[in-house]
T-cell receptor
Framework: SQTIHQWPATLVQPVGSPLSLECTVE??????LYWYRQAAGRGLQLLFY??????ISSEVPQNLSASRPQDRQFILSSKKLLLSDSGFYLC???????????FGDGTRLSIL | AQSVTQLGSHVSVSEGALVLLRCNYS??????LFWYVQYPNQGLQLLLK??????LVKGINGFEAEFKKSETSFHLTKPSAHMSDAAEYFC????????????FGKGTKLSVKP
């Protein structure tokens, strides 16, 4: 069966520090991969999605970037974090056809 | 363009009462619709989905939803609420295309009173 892993579960970072969040999927190949941010009291905002290795689409301009160095690995990064980058970050994957997205357990990011 | 509206950011029911969470969508293509549940500090878990076929869809934990094209609705129901149903619920519509991107509603937080 397919599983998705995100780490770390929680992270506290100072303003201006770099960021790297990792997401990996097991049990499937060539999945579509997604990064979302969920700010307090808000819904889910799609940040990036990827349909293949090295293929990244950005949904909103921001301080973050994404990379997909391997088929089942998706990384969210920043060179310098802002206070506004705080939130709950969720990774998701989807197979082919009309399949739903499946989510990881998320990373709670707090910026001090 | 697709959009989703969830009526009521907070819904409170008594244990054993009917749960009704409302979702209306707009879509320029035949919609694929989903309901997800999120417990505190966790990811989203798929409750049920509608793609094609039967318009009454049954999901996990006793939930079901009915796709009504004429009303552009996909309301989520459960006959009898349990305390464990307290969570936030998100309705989503697919944007179509091979990317499979979803448009989410803003969520409805369900409280269950003993």
């Amino acid at each position: 069966s397919q599983t998705i892993h995100q780490w770390p579960a929680t992270l506290v970072q100072p303003v201006g520090s770099p960021l790297s969040l990792e997401c990996t999927v097991e049990g499937t190949s060539n999945p579509n991969l997604y990064w979302y941010r969920q700010a307090a009291g808000r819904g889910l905002q799609l940040l990036f999605y990827s349909v293949g290795i090295g293929q990244i689409s950005s949904e909103v301009p921001q301080n973050l970037s994404a990379s997909r160095p391997q088929d089942r690995q998706f990384i969210l990064s920043s060179k310098k974090l802002l206070l506004s980058d705080s939130g709950f970050y969720l990774c998701a994957w989807r197979g082919t056809g009309n399949q739903p997205q499946h989510f990881g357990d998320g990373t709670r990011l707090s910026i001090l | 363009a697709q959009s989703v509206t969830q009526l009521g950011s907070h819904v409170s029911v008594s244990e054993g009462a009917l749960v009704l969470l409302r979702c209306n969508y707009s879509s320029s293509v035949p919609p694929y619709l989903f309901w997800y549940v999120q417990y505190p500090n966790q990811g989203l878990q798929l409750l049920l989905k509608y793609t094609t076929g039967a318009t009454l869809v049954k999901g996990i934990n006793g939930f079901e939803a009915e796709f009504k094209k004429s009303e552009t609705s996909f309301h989520l129901t459960k006959p009898s609420a349990h305390m464990s149903d307290a969570a936030e619920y998100f309705c989503a519509v697919s944007r179509g295309g091979s990317q499979g991107n979803l448009i989410f509603g803003k969520g409805t937080k369900l409280s269950v009173k003993p």
